[in-house]
């Protein structure tokens, strides 16, 4: 595709309950972040891959956050047991080398 | 820790005004500067992006500044439109830490016809 797709575009759930998000890079693109934003806030560093391997999970605010990029390209964000502070926007980003990145428009996550 | 901070926290001028924003960083070792901008319920969107070794850059009526020394830059926009209004981040490439961006909370620019 031309951009960097994520899905799905909105999602609710309850309280405890797991959640899936995916993101759909530029074809080719090495790098892939995830970021989470808080309302009126910026978004704040979640993890990195570089293809297949994730570099960096400094970010993931608790073990219930796990994110894998198997093929090297599509990535899924799954967040366990849904707490209402995990409300956010969550972020994909790609680029070909660490240059220009380019963002998803995002999944809003509404946990009640 | 890089810490990134951007005043104003938002910003409300009539249109036709030239206006400047700001973002401050703690940690000068960084690999480069870019400012995005965010519209509602959208991703964010690349304006300019400055290496390390750069003072400034432009793109139609944006101007972006970097003073790494001082650990600031400036966003400045000539000739503000309505269609400017979004919510404008700055963010930092640490050249010691991977490819991650760290952000600024961002500014929220109201441009009013």
């Known amino acids: 595709g031309a951009g960097v797709s994520q899905s799905p575009r909105y999602k609710v759930a309850k309280r405890g309950q797991d959640v899936a998000l995916r993101c759909d890079p530029i074809?080719?693109?090495?790098?892939l972040f995830w970021y989470q934003q808080a309302l009126g806030q910026g978004p704040e560093f979640l993890t990195y891959?570089?293809?297949?391997?994730?570099?960096?999970k400094s970010g993931l605010p608790s073990d219930r956050f796990f994110a894998e990029r198997p093929e090297g390209s599509v990535s899924t964000l799954k967040i366990q047991r849904t707490q209402q502070e995990d409300s956010a926007v969550y972020l994909c980003?790609?680029?070909?080398?660490?240059?220009?990145?380019?963002f998803g428009n995002g999944t809003r996550l509404t946990v009640t | 820790k890089q810490e990134v901070t951007q005043i104003p926290a938002a910003l409300s001028v009539p249109e036709g005004e030239n206006l400047v924003l700001n973002c401050s960083f703690t940690?000068?070792?960084?690999?480069?500067l870019q400012w995005f901008r965010q519209d509602p319920g959208k991703g964010l969107t690349s304006l300019l992006l400055?290496?390390?070794?750069?003072r400034e850059q432009t793109s139609g009526r944006l101007n972006a500044s970097l003073d790494k020394s001082s650990g600031r830059s400036t966003l400045y926009i000539a000739a503000s439109q309505p269609g400017d209004s979004a919510t404008y981040l700055c963010a930092v490439r640490e050249g010691n830490a991977g490819n991650m961006l760290t952000f600024g909370g961002g500014t929220r620019l109201m441009v009013k016809p």
């Open positions: 980003a790609s680029s070909l080398m660490g240059a220009e990145w380019h």
């Open positions: 074809s080719g693109h090495v790098s």
């Open positions: 940690d000068s070792a960084i690999y480069n």
């Open positions: 891959f570089q293809n297949e391997a994730q570099l960096d």
């Open positions: 400055i290496q390390s070794s750069q």
